[in-house]
Nanobody
Framework: QVQLVESGGGLVQPGGSLRLSCAAS????????MSWYRQAPGAQREFVAY???????NYADSVKGRFTISRDNAKNTVYLQMNSLKPEDTATYYC?????????WGQGTQVTVSS
């Protein structure tokens, strides 16, 4: 059974930083592409970043240069380092992977950027 558990969200001032974590179980983690998505109130869920098993990364234009995705295969964990946060980054952030043609999502972690 695939499980994804996010953590690390919170309230931060504009310009601040947070690091999100997503712990995965039930998959051969090192082989899987892991992604982060986010959903703001009243908006559709949107792609943020992904990292492949070979550590190739890709980012949404809105976060390029500010966010960094990484993974620790020994801990079955993917991270999202978020720097220079803006109020428009406020959202619930979700971890995602695909296994056997099925998408899996975590429960989400809330990030609020406000002064």
């Amino acid at each position: 059974q695939v499980q994804l558990v996010e953590s690390g969200g919170g309230l931060v001032q504009p310009g601040g930083s947070l690091r999100l974590s997503c712990a995965a179980s039930g998959i051969a983690f090192s082989a899987y592409t892991m992604s982060w998505y986010r959903q703001a109130p009243g908006a559709q869920r949107e792609f943020v970043a992904y990292i492949t098993g070979g550590r190739r990364t890709n980012y949404a234009d809105s976060v390029k240069g500010r966010f960094t995705i990484s993974r620790d295969n020994a801990k079955n964990t993917v991270y999202l380092q978020m720097n220079s946060l803006k109020p428009e980054d406020t959202a619930t952030y979700y971890c995602n992977t695909e296994s056997s043609s099925r998408l899996y999502w975590g429960q989400g972690t809330q990030v609020t950027v406000s002064s």
